[in-house]
């Protein structure tokens, strides 16, 4: 009961910076986290960032800590990723997801998802 949609997302240069929108519409208020996941072509879908709906506690993958920031609004339930540093190796779609129980990890228990945005960073 639960959409997502993603914008935000294109064609930028090595080095430069994005920033992603994921709107939540529907029955919000059972939401818990909201997270960001993206797939590149040939690999797998990866965790990207995290935070828990309410309070301030946030978790990053490894390869984007330090470079990507997740924040959210619950307000206008929207949650949205700040990308600087981009790196070519970060071109891939970028999926918006929400769940409504915490799992173990970060990682899991998502319930819902957005149809995703391109992000393409040239050399």
């Known amino acids: 009961q639960v959409q997502l949609v993603e914008s935000g997302g294109g064609l930028v240069q090595a080095g430069g910076s994005l920033r992603l929108s994921c709107a939540a519409s529907g029955r919000t208020f059972n939401i818990v986290n909201m997270g960001w996941f993206r797939q590149a072509p040939g690999k797998e879908r990866e965790f990207v960032a995290a935070t828990r709906w309410s309070g301030g506690s946030t978790w990053y993958a490894d390869s984007v800590k330090g470079r990507f920031t997740i924040s959210r609004d619950n307000a206008q339930n929207m949650v949205y990723l700040q990308m600087n540093s981009l790196k070519p190796e970060d071109t891939a779609v970028y999926y918006c997801?929400?769940?409504?129980?915490?799992?173990?990890?970060?990682?899991?228990?998502?319930?819902?998802w957005g149809q995703g945005t391109q992000v393409t960073v040239s050399s």
């Open positions: 997801a929400a769940a409504e129980r915490i799992g173990a990890r970060w990682q899991e228990s998502y319930d819902y």
